[in-house]
């Protein structure tokens, strides 16, 4: 299997202001694109040549022999992930099932996007902020580089990319200001519903 940079599901510049047409000619189109064309170099020849993503990265996952793999492998995932987290006029309090989720693990709305901004704003250097089902129960997760949930047993509902690439070009130092203009402007809830439902 030959894994393919994926369509975004919007034109490179329908999130702007928040987020660049820039932003995405190097965010997606190099470094996504990068893990991609890594990906398929250090599987090909291998026992994970033909798996699926998910495969591989489960099964790579904590081998230091294959962290070269796992790492851009996750990064393909998470990175094709969070593109459909996010949606032109996006944003805002939650409706469906992922509301009524929310307010049941965190009481409410301001408080879940203020958590999860927080584990945004704390991941320490490079990583992802999510909200995720574990064992039934919604989490709010934070991972360094490329981890990823589905290495730990939890579901994936939602990312923030807090990798310096995500954001610099457009807010520069300045993560609390891109998290906060991710909740309320660019989260496409119709998404995370989807994956609730899975």
């Known amino acids: 299997m030959i894994f393919m940079l994926p369509d975004l599901?919007?034109?490179?510049?329908?999130?702007?202001?928040?987020?660049?047409?820039?932003?995405?000619?190097?965010?997606?189109?190099?470094?996504?694109?990068?893990?991609?064309?890594?990906?398929?170099?250090?599987?090909?020849?291998?026992?994970?040549?033909?798996?699926?993503?998910?495969?591989?990265?489960?099964?790579?996952?904590?081998?230091?022999?294959?962290?070269?793999?796992?790492?851009?492998?996750?990064?393909?995932?998470?990175?094709?992930?969070?593109?459909?987290?996010?949606?032109p006029g996006g944003g805002g309090a939650p409706n469906g099932d992922i509301a009524e989720s929310i307010v049941q693990t965190f009481g409410s709305y301001e408080n879940f996007a203020k958590a999860f901004k927080e584990a945004g704003v704390t991941q320490f250097g490079s990583g992802w902020a999510w909200l995720v089902e574990k064992n039934g129960k919604l989490e709010i997760m934070k991972t360094p580089n490329a981890d990823t949930p589905m290495a730990h047993g939890a579901k994936a509902l939602l990312t923030a990319d807090v990798w310096e690439h995500a954001y610099y070009l457009d807010y520069q130092n300045r993560r609390p200001d891109y998290l906060q203009d991710f909740l309320e402007k660019l989260v496409n809830w119709e998404f995370v519903n989807q994956q609730l439902k899975k």
């Open 9 to 87: 599901p919007y034109a490179k510049d329908a999130l702007s202001p928040y987020i660049s047409a820039k932003t995405f000619d190097f965010h997606y189109g190099k470094h996504h694109q990068a893990y991609i064309d890594n990906t398929n170099k250090l599987i090909a020849g291998t026992d994970l040549d033909g798996k699926t993503l998910r495969e591989i990265i489960t099964t790579t996952a904590g081998d230091a022999t294959r962290v070269g793999i796992f790492n851009n492998a996750a990064q393909v995932w998470n990175h094709s992930f969070y593109w459909q987290c996010m949606k």
